[in-house]
């Protein structure tokens, strides 16, 4: 057991667990009328209700002391200033740099990544832009109308989950996702695509992910089979 789960906190919310583990919710929402609005929160047209969980205030509570016992709010602190907080790969953690709007920089061995997160950002929204507009085609001149992500973990669901939330606004692409390092997910996939028309997406954090490797070379072969000149 790891030092987390034996601490005071851990073993509190697990007792706590045991205790209304048999409470059927519809006792909840009979007992607090106001339990939705305690329990649910809205932004920006998104809505999240885990009023239907079995959980109340001392759950809530608990939840918080652990995450204090943890020194949560400190891991917080020290991912935004952009310490090195991956020590797996003793890096810097920067999906808040992806995302910094404020304009304030975020410093990584004293130096400011923010312009080099910007230009990337506005680089990948002209690029995109253009696949969507048609202005950037295939190999042949005919506009992109298929894209294939090739990734496996984050680097497939993330872009996945993305792609199926916001499909009702791209009516002119398809997208597909292609994970599995058996050769027979890839092929049924390009089996309905064509390599003129088709742009792939090698989605991957280190590059030495070895599933996403292959699928990756098994796709540059099916198109090179059909362009022929690498240059394409």
């Excluded at 906190?9 to 609005?37: G, S």
């Excluded at 910094?100 to 230009?119: C, E, I, T």
């Excluded at 993330?158 to 997208?175: F, I």
Aim: aromatic share 8%; charged share 20%.
């Amino acid at each position: 057991m790891s030092a987390l789960t034996q601490s005071p906190a851990w073993q509190a919310l697990a007792e706590h667990q045991r205790k209304i583990a048999q409470t059927h919710m519809r006792d909840m929402f009979e007992r607090d009328p106001q339990r939705f609005e305690k329990f649910s929160l809205e932004c920006c047209g998104i809505l999240l209700d885990y009023s239907k969980n079995r959980i109340n205030d001392e759950t809530v509570g608990l939840l918080l002391g652990l995450a204090r016992q943890a020194e949560l709010p400190n891991w917080i602190e020290m991912m935004f200033r952009g310490d090195k907080i991956n020590t797996t790969e003793n890096r810097a953690v920067l999906h808040t740099a992806l995302r910094n709007l404020s304009g304030q920089p975020v410093y990584v061995d004293g130096a400011d990544v923010m312009p080099a997160v910007q230009r990337a950002l506005e680089h990948m929204g002209k690029f995109t832009e253009q696949v969507r507009s048609g202005a950037w085609r295939g190999y042949t001149g005919k506009p992109i109308t298929d894209v294939v992500n090739i990734g496996i973990g984050g680097s497939d669901l993330g872009p996945a989950m993305v792609t199926q939330a916001l499909r009702p606004y791209c009516k002119k692409l398809r997208a597909h996702f292609v994970s599995n390092i058996d050769g027979a997910h890839l092929a049924e996939t390009l089996q309905q695509l064509s390599p003129e028309t088709t742009l792939f997406i090698v989605a991957s954090k280190t590059f030495t992910t070895q599933e996403t490797l292959t699928n990756a070379r098994s796709a540059r072969d099916w198109f090179l089979g059909a362009a022929k000149d690498p240059e394409h």
